[in-house]
C-alpha cells in the first residue's frame, strides 16, 4: 500500500432554494400561462384542454412557445419569455419528455420560480426523476413537478385526451390551487 | 413560422484572460498554497487507485493517473496560468471550471502539459451559449463536442490531421480529448442516466474527437480563419452525432462528387430534419485528393457549399405523414416541395483532412440547436509536452 493525496477532480454548485415557490391559491382572474413546445404535440393536446378547464374555473390563460435556444433566435426566446413570464400570474411549464427537453422545461420552469410566480413543470414519468435532479442541479430543489404517463407522445389524441381528463386535478393539487368550493368551506 | 437562419447570437461570454505568470512554485510547492481542491488520501498503486477511482466515479472506465499534488503542479509549473482562474461555467452543474479542475482533469487522462491552452480554450467554445452545452449534456442524443484545430499547434501536439485523424492514429489527440470529455463528467457533472439522458451514448463520449485540419493540404483557407478569422492556432467545437463515412469510387467532376456527398447527408432521422430542431449545421472533412479535384472549379469554397446544399435536400413527401406535418406546420418545407438540410449553404462546415487514399468523405450530423464555436489558443505554455 502506497497511501498519497490527490485532488478532488469534481466541482459542484451548491446554491440551493428548497422552496416550491408560492401556491396558485383561488385562479378566479388568475392570468395562467402555459410553456408548450415545437416537439411534443401530445403537450399541445393536453395543454389545450387544461386550458379550457381553466378557463372555465375563472382563469384567463396564455401560452408561450419555446423554440430554438441558441444563436439569435435563442436571445430571441429568453427575452420572450422573461417578457410573458411579467404577464402572468402561474407557469404550467412543459413538457420534460427527453433529455433536453427536460433540461429546458426545468430552465424555463426555474426561471419562472425566480420570478416568484407559482410554477410547476410537467415531466411524463420516465423523466420524473431525471427533472428533479436538474431542478437540483439549477438551484431549486423544491420546483414542483406535476407527473404524467408515459410513453405519451406514442399515444393516440383520444388517449392522450383522456390523459389530460385524468391528470388534472392532480395538477390542481401540486400547484396548490383553491378551488371555490374549498374556498368557500374555509 | 418559416425557415430560421442560423445567426450568432450578440452576448458573448468575456474570454478569459491570459495571465503572464504563474501563481504555483512548482512541482515542490510555496509557502502560499493557490490549490483549492480537496485532497483525498488514496493509495498511489495504480492499479489501487484506479478502483478507488472508479468507485468514486471520477473516471470513465478506462485506466487514469493519480492527481497527485505533485503531478498537478508540474502541469501548472510548465504553463502560465493562475489556477484559481475560472474558465467557464459548465451545464448542467453550472459549476466554477477553474484552471485547476482542468489541470487535475488533464493529469488523470494522460494530457501532455503543453496542451492546457488549447483545453482551455475548447472549453471557452463549448461554453458559449451558442454551442448549447446544456443540451448536449443532458439530451437523449448521443451528442459530444469534437474538435477541429487548426495552427502549428497540429505538430507541436501530434494532433493527427491525415490517415486515421478521426481515431485510430498514434496521437496525443486521444488524451487530449479525453481530458475534455473528464472536465464534461467531473465538472460539468455529465454522468449517464443521472444528468445525461443520452439512450445510446457514443464512443466519442470516452476520448471525443481531436483532429486537425490539413492546411497545408486544404486549396481553401483554414477553418477558421475562414470562419473568425483566427491566424494560427486555434479550435473550433462542433456538436457531433457520431461520424458517417461516404464512400465515391466512381465520381470523377466535381459535381459529381458533391452530389454524391450531399445526398449521402439527408436521412430523415438526421437532427437536421427533426422537428424539435428549428436549424443544425452539418461538419463534413473532404480527403485531400478530392478538395484538390474541387477547388479547380470552385476556388471559393463557398460556391462548393452552395453545390453541396443543392444536393442535400429531400423531397418532403419521401418523409414519414406525421414528420412531414409537424415541418410542414413549421415553414420548413420550401416552395419547391423540398426539405434542406441546413437553413443556409454557410452552415456546411467543411475543412480538409485524411489520408492521402482519397475516396471518403467524413460527416459529421449535427444534435441541432448546438452551434460551432471557434476559439483562437493563447500562446502556448512555457512546457513543450
Request: aromatic share 8%; net charge negative; hydrophobic share 45%.
Amino acid at each position: 500500500m502506497a497511501l498519497g493525496k490527490v485532488l478532488d477532480p469534481t466541482a459542484s454548485n451548491d446554491h440551493d432554494d428548497p422552496s416550491p415557490g408560492p401556491d396558485a391559491g383561488h385562479l378566479v382572474g388568475k392570468r395562467i400561462g402555459f410553456r408548450i413546445d415545437q416537439i411534443w404535440r401530445s403537450w399541445d393536446w393536453i395543454a389545450d384542454i387544461w386550458a379550457e378547464k381553466l378557463r372555465e374555473m375563472g382563469a384567463e390563460v396564455s401560452f408561450w412557445r419555446s423554440c430554438g435556444r441558441s444563436g439569435a433566435e435563442g436571445e430571441t426566446m429568453n427575452a420572450e419569455l422573461k417578457a410573458w413570464l411579467g404577464t402572468i400570474d402561474m407557469a404550467i411549464v412543459g413538457l420534460a419528455n427527453c433529455g433536453s427537453c427536460t433540461g429546458w422545461t426545468i430552465r424555463d420552469a426555474i426561471a419562472s420560480a425566480n420570478s416568484g410566480i407559482a410554477t410547476v413543470a410537467v415531466a411524463t414519468k420516465n423523466f420524473e426523476e431525471f427533472a428533479h435532479v436538474m431542478a437540483a442541479r439549477g438551484g431549486r430543489s423544491g420546483l414542483r413537478v406535476h407527473v404524467l404517463p408515459y410513453p405519451l407522445n406514442e399515444c393516440e389524441r383520444a388517449d392522450v385526451d383522456r390523459v389530460a381528463s385524468d391528470y388534472f386535478n392532480g395538477l390542481l393539487q401540486v400547484i396548490g390551487a383553491r378551488q371555490m368550493a374549498q374556498m368557500s368551506a374555509a | 413560422m418559416s425557415i430560421i437562419t442560423i445567426t450568432p447570437s450578440t452576448h458573448k461570454p468575456a474570454p478569459a484572460p491570459k495571465l503572464l505568470v504563474s501563481r504555483d512554485c512548482g512541482p515542490s510547492g510555496c509557502a502560499v498554497d493557490w490549490l483549492a481542491s480537496k485532497r483525498v488520501e488514496a493509495d498511489l498503486d495504480i492499479e489501487e487507485f484506479n478502483r478507488f477511482a472508479y468507485e468514486k466515479g471520477w473516471g470513465d472506465g478506462l485506466p487514469l493517473i493519480p492527481p497527485t499534488e505533485g503531478r498537478v503542479r508540474k502541469f501548472l509549473a510548465e504553463n502560465d496560468r493562475y489556477p484559481d482562474e475560472i474558465i467557464a461555467l459548465l451545464p448542467p452543474s453550472n459549476a466554477d471550471c477553474t484552471v485547476e479542475k482542468i489541470v487535475i482533469n488533464a493529469v488523470m487522462a494522460g494530457a501532455p502539459t503543453g496542451s492546457l491552452e488549447l483545453i482551455i480554450a475548447a472549453v471557452q467554445a463549448v461554453a458559449d451559449p451558442d454551442f448549447e452545452l446544456y443540451g448536449v449534456n443532458t439530451t437523449t442524443a448521443p451528442v459530444f463536442p469534437a474538435f477541429v484545430v487548426n495552427g502549428p499547434i497540429r505538430q507541436a501536439l501530434d494532433i493527427p490531421f491525415s490517415y486515421g485523424c478521426f481515431g485510430g492514429a498514434v496521437t496525443s489527440a486521444a488524451a487530449i480529448g479525453r481530458a475534455i470529455r473528464l472536465i464534461m463528467r467531473n465538472v460539468a457533472g455529465q454522468v449517464a442516466g443521472v444528468t445525461s439522458q443520452t439512450t445510446f451514448g457514443s464512443p466519442g463520449r470516452i476520448s471525443g474527437i481531436l483532429l486537425g485540419e490539413w492546411e497545408e493540404k486544404s486549396p481553401w483557407l483554414p477553418l477558421a480563419e475562414r470562419r473568425v478569422g483566427a491566424l494560427g492556432n486555434a479550435v473550433t467545437c462542433f456538436g457531433a452525432m457520431g461520424t458517417m463515412n461516404i464512400l465515391d469510387t466512381t465520381s470523377q467532376k466535381p459535381d459529381h462528387f458533391l452530389e454524391m456527398i450531399g445526398k449521402s447527408l439527408v436521412f430523415p432521422g438526421g437532427n437536421c430534419f427533426s422537428p424539435s430542431m428549428p436549424f443544425g449545421e452539418v461538419m463534413v472533412a473532404i480527403n485531400p485528393i478530392c478538395a484538390e479535384i474541387l477547388a479547380k472549379d470552385m476556388p471559393d469554397i463557398a460556391d462548393v457549399q452552395e453545390r453541396l446544399w443543392h444536393h442535400a435536400s429531400v423531397d418532403a413527401e419521401w418523409l414519414q405523414g406525421l414528420h412531414r406535418d409537424q415541418l410542414q406546420a413549421q415553414g420548413r418545407i420550401r416552395a419547391d416541395g423540398r426539405i434542406y438540410l441546413t437553413p443556409e449553404p454557410k452552415d456546411i462546415l467543411l475543412f480538409v483532412a485524411g489520408g492521402l487514399g482519397g475516396l471518403h468523405a467524413c460527416a459529421m450530423h449535427t444534435f441541432g440547436s448546438s452551434l460551432a464555436q471557434t476559439r483562437a489558443i493563447s500562446g502556448v505554455g512555457v512546457g513543450a509536452g
